[in-house]
């Protein structure tokens, strides 16, 4: 088994997903959580200056997204064959698109582009929500295959970081979603790590 | 061989990197281009209301860079494991990245937003295609694996979308990366594609 090591800062955020998927496989894993002092001197030593970036036995890649997919084709949520993983490519980029319309909103300062924004997230919402309720319900009570994938466990994390800048669940009226993430949260290694994680307010 | 059909508008946009995959494999594909009088029906027809959507014998998906990566796999412009993909999907997404911040900020209307966006891309800029030279003059010349991927093919995709809207040649100093393009666009499928490709000025 490689030596891992995430380095994002403090928060949810884009790392939070990752160490999901280290939960779930009951995988250790070095959770170094940046301050942003240490930051400063870090910053032009990462590739592209962003984190997270994940180092494997010392090698290291940014991108959170591709990260994940790496991380869960080692550890079995990867889809059955080259169909089903475009299948859950295409969900994780779809969840993607809908959580940076609604963090690029609650984020926007300038008023005039903050209402734009906030409508175009609330549209988005309403139909990808919507779509993926459907998905959910032809499938099993999963995204893809009718099993447990890491397009069903990315979803789940993102709902805690797409929530709060809502202000709502906005899976509330979505019944197949919220069964989906009660599973989810079920899982022992998600469930113990859900207990145990630092408690952060993004 | 299954039968594929490519759902788009008549622009390059985020069709144009699927377009240029089929090109390099010499693949025939059906390249439906949707005006704007048929996508009103279209639409709500649609995976997620979006294009593009490739039909693969009749089976429908959306999200473009899930495509190219199927795609990829299936033409043999994936890595060579599990690692080489991983950073094959790390460098996808930092182009979409880039991509995304320079396409949102030519497409900002409210003048304020706009400033900000301009500079943050700017200086994107900067910073994506030093570091991008770098691992390509590291890596013989390619992006991954010092060969051919569909890391290359996109990077160089991107560039005609990109380079309109930043106003410029954004590899203009990069040595590395301009030799990757002409090595991308000298290849004998795409060479004969955007010969043959419609005019279209996105």
Chains 1, 2 share one sequence.
Not at 46 to 62: A, S, T, Y
Not at 144 to 154: S, Y
Not at 166 to 179: Q, S
Request: charged fraction near 30%; hydrophobic fraction near 45%.
């Amino acid at each position: 088994m490689p030596t891992y090591k995430l380095m994002y800062f403090n928060i949810k955020g884009l790392g939070e997903s990752i160490r999901w998927l280290f939960a779930y496989a009951g995988v250790d894993f070095e959770d170094q959580r940046v301050s942003a002092d240490e930051w400063k001197a870090l910053k032009p030593t990462m590739p592209f200056n962003q984190l997270p970036v994940l180092e494997v036995d010392g090698k290291r890649v940014n991108q959170s997204t591709a990260i994940c997919r790496y991380l869960a084709k080692q550890f079995g949520l990867a889809g059955k064959d080259d169909w089903e993983n475009l299948e859950i490519d295409a969900i994780i980029d779809t969840i993607s698109d809908l959580r940076t319309k609604i963090v690029s909103a609650a984020h926007e300062r300038v008023a005039e582009a903050k209402a734009e924004k906030l409508k175009l997230a609330e549209e988005t919402t309403e139909l990808f929500i919507g779509r993926l309720e459907k998905i959910v319900k032809a499938n099993g009570g999963h995204l893809v295959g009718g099993k447990i994938t890491w397009a069903d466990i990315i979803f789940v994390a993102t709902l805690e970081i797409v929530n709060p800048r809502m202000g709502r669940d906005i899976v509330e009226k979505a019944e197949g979603l919220k069964a989906l993430r009660h599973k989810v949260q079920s899982l022992p290694g998600i469930k113990a790590w859900l207990a145990k994680r630092p408690n952060t307010e993004h």
